[in-house]
């Protein structure tokens, strides 16, 4: 994956008032890629996802630096023009979907609204839902459903149905997977290497788990203090760390040898 | 990780007069059985008995009956011999201190409005553990022993991280010495190296203070450091339960092959192709006739659809209820999820490196 990449972001830094949260000089995620974000809670990488939606703001954060999107800088774009984009082409998920869902509207119909929204018609956002439905391997029959009726990793994939159905080329995934069942979470894990197959969609996973990194990313970047400490291929990075504290991370995953 | 590097060898079975034992646990929440039959020992410690399953596999539920939290619809509980359902008067109050829980969110568990150091107190406090005059240092030492500064006592639960106030949560549950700890998925809401810290203070003060602890969890990795034996959980009833070694490395129920597949591995070499099972787990209120996993075994047989499978011996403290165990034990294929191009590609790469 090299050249510019779909996604790119150059000199971004994040700040409150005087305190700086993120400093990246260079992240670039490719077509069809599925690029690992790795660090620990407070290291920025959830405020670089707000970040790259534009929505950093809305928690009081200022942003300066580029952020493109197939060579189109976003950070100049007006709040309507990026709202386009936001959805349509860059969509995100988040790690407790129970919160990202209005508990009083049918799931079915927070994603035909979304189509909707985006321009869709009524017979057509019915048809589109069902058919990304179908897509994420759930039965549209749980369209009729509300949040609560709806498992965690049923309700996550009701999520990645909503970028399904908008056609997204971006998935911002920011920690889906934490608050899932390993089982469940290796079903989650397994559709996004499908989405990445059949649809091409370049997917920024964030995630604490450098196994469960592993066992996705083509490439992987490491966060720490909003600095991003080492990046490269996931398979060299994760074999042979060149930064003692990807080494940390790397010691800190449980593995199945039983010592007892 | 290796949190559990330096235990002692754990014995393979709990002996003759268990601290804990659940015999027949049967609990009913309306039409659904949440946990149907259950019968588990724990040794004196230092021990740890894992639970594994998932969501809705009647793990939590267990534990929060030995608390004594929900009430049992059938068989009994017996801790250090006497019936904890009829515990009345001062033995309950006993029995409440020597019995332990830790939950997976801390922010639930503690008073947001109370200082670590009041948090603590108010359990030396009301089990008369110190005297009055004694209570401030021993919170200190408290504090000091699960791996924060003695000045935590003076700060509020949301000026702390999640993994400080889950060893607050240890600390407060250690305050008035239990025999037996409840982990409820003490880790599940942490980052990896918090969990990795956590791991590592359990191990530590299972061997200082002669723990005794149920791991409830739905990650086999966790348990494999921590306990030495491990109960696999499926719809409310075990579906195998031995040794933790003994079932990850020759597990006899495709569950427990299914469970210990999904556990994502750094190394390609300790990655295996996922066992897919379908669909999702079946609606408790109508459990599957027959072997309540059957509708998502893939070896299942006409056989797993009629007749329950009952516990029994795969091994020298192994028991599985399955009806192919020995299938899974002879290797049996079971279908896995196709490793995608792109994973392939990099597992290639992996290997070329020096």
């Known amino acids: 994956m090299t050249g510019t990449g779909r996604l790119g972001i150059s000199g971004l830094q994040i700040s409150f008032g005087s305190r700086q949260v993120v400093s990246i000089e260079e992240l670039r995620l490719g077509h069809a890629e599925i690029l690992g974000l790795a660090g620990e809670s407070g290291s920025g990488k959830s405020m670089t996802t707000l970040a790259i939606l534009g929505l950093a703001h809305?928690?009081?954060?200022?942003?300066?630096?580029?952020?493109?999107?197939?060579?189109?800088?976003?950070?100049?774009?007006?709040?309507?023009?990026?709202?386009?984009?936001?959805?349509?082409?860059?969509?995100?998920?988040?790690?407790?979907?129970?919160?990202?869902?209005?508990?009083?509207?049918?799931?079915g119909t927070v994603v035909t609204k979304a189509l909707r929204l985006h321009g869709a018609s009524k017979s057509d956002a019915a048809d589109q839902a069902a058919e990304a439905m179908r897509q994420v391997l759930l039965s549209p029959d749980l369209m009729r459903r509300y949040p609560s009726q709806l498992s965690g990793g049923q309700l996550q994939r009701v999520a990645i149905a909503?970028?399904?159905?908008?056609?997204?080329?971006?998935?911002?995934?920011?920690?889906?997977?934490?608050?899932?069942?390993?089982?469940?979470?290796?079903?989650?894990?397994?559709?996004?290497?499908?989405?990445?197959?059949?649809?091409?969609?370049?997917?920024?996973?964030?995630?604490?788990?450098?196994?469960?990194?592993?066992?996705?990313?083509?490439?992987?970047?490491?966060?720490?203090?909003?600095l991003i400490v080492e990046q490269g291929p996931a398979s060299r990075v994760l074999a042979a760390p060149a930064h003692p504290y990807t080494a940390e991370l790397l010691e800190s995953v449980p593995t199945l040898a039983s010592p007892l | 990780m290796t949190a559990g590097g330096d235990l002692p060898a754990g014995r393979d079975l709990p002996e003759a007069q268990p601290l804990l034992r659940i015999s027949d646990l049967t609990v009913r929440f309306g039409p659904v059985r949440a946990v149907n039959g259950v019968s588990l020992a724990v040794a004196a410690g230092p021990f740890g008995l894992g639970l594994v399953g998932e969501s809705g596999s009647g793990k939590s539920t267990i534990g929060r009956t030995i608390l004594r939290l929900v009430r049992s619809s059938g068989g009994s509980i017996t801790f250090a011999g006497s019936d904890v359902g009829s515990l009345r008067g001062a033995a309950l109050k006993a029995y409440r201190r020597d019995v332990q829980i830790v939950f997976q969110d801390p922010d639930n568990s503690l008073d947001?409005?109370?200082?670590?150091?009041?948090?603590?107190?108010?359990?030396?406090?009301?089990?008369?553990?110190?005297?009055?005059?004694?209570?401030?240092?021993?919170?200190?030492?408290?504090?000091?022993?699960?791996?924060?500064?003695?000045?935590?006592?003076?700060?509020?639960?949301?000026?702390?991280?999640?993994?400080?106030?889950?060893?607050?949560?240890?600390?407060?549950?250690?305050?008035?010495?239990?025999?037996?700890?409840?982990?409820?998925?003490?880790?599940?809401?942490?980052?990896?190296?918090?969990?990795?810290?956590?791991?590592?203070?359990?191990?530590?003060?299972r061997s200082e203070h002669n723990l005794s602890y149920l791991l409830i969890t739905h990650n086999f990795g966790v348990v494999s450091e921590l306990c030495e034996q491990t109960a696999v959980l499926y719809l409310g009833k075990i579906a195998e339960i031995g040794t933790t070694h003994v079932l990850l490395r020759a597990p006899a129920h495709p569950y427990t092959v299914a469970l210990r597949s999904a556990v994502p591995e750094v190394t390609v070499a300790g990655r295996r192709s996922r066992i897919v099972l379908p669909g999702d787990p079946p609606d408790a209120t109508s459990p599957p006739s027959g072997c309540v996993f059957h509708t998502r075994c893939p070896l299942a047989v006409a056989r797993c659809r009629t007749e329950v499978p009952l516990l029994r011996e795969a091994g020298p403290a192994h028991q599985v209820a399955c009806h192919r165990a020995e299938d899974v034990l002879a290797g049996a294929e079971m279908p896995t999820h196709r490793r995608p191009a792109a994973v392939e590609r990099r597992e290639a790469s992996a290997s070329e490196l020096p």
Do not use: W
Request: charge should be neutral; hydrophobic fraction near 45%; charged fraction near 20%.
């Open chain 1, 58 to 107: 809305t928690v009081g954060a200022s942003v300066s630096g580029s952020i493109t999107l197939d060579g189109q800088e976003l950070a100049a774009l007006p709040q309507e023009r990026l709202r386009e984009i936001r959805g349509r082409r860059i969509a995100a998920i988040f790690q407790s979907s129970a919160t990202a869902f209005n508990p009083v509207y049918r799931v």
């Open chain 1, 162 to 226: 909503l970028a399904v159905a908008l056609r997204a080329e971006i998935l911002l995934a920011d920690e889906p997977t934490s608050a899932l069942d390993v089982t469940v979470q290796a079903e989650v894990l397994d559709l996004l290497r499908d989405l990445r197959e059949s649809v091409g969609m370049s997917i920024l996973f964030i995630s604490h788990d450098l196994a469960v990194v592993a066992e996705l990313c083509d490439r992987v970047a490491v966060m720490r203090h909003g």
């Open chain 2, 112 to 205: 947001p409005r109370m200082r670590i150091g009041a948090t603590i107190g108010e359990v030396l406090r009301a089990h008369h553990v110190v005297p009055r005059g004694a209570i401030t240092e021993r919170v200190g030492a408290l504090i000091a022993e699960a791996g924060l500064d003695p000045e935590f006592a003076q700060r509020y639960p949301h000026q702390m991280s999640g993994g400080q106030r889950q060893r607050v949560a240890i600390a407060r549950a250690l305050s008035v010495q239990p025999r037996l700890l409840v982990l409820d998925e003490p880790t599940s809401a942490l980052d990896v190296r918090s969990q990795a810290q956590i791991l590592k203070l359990i191990a530590r003060l």
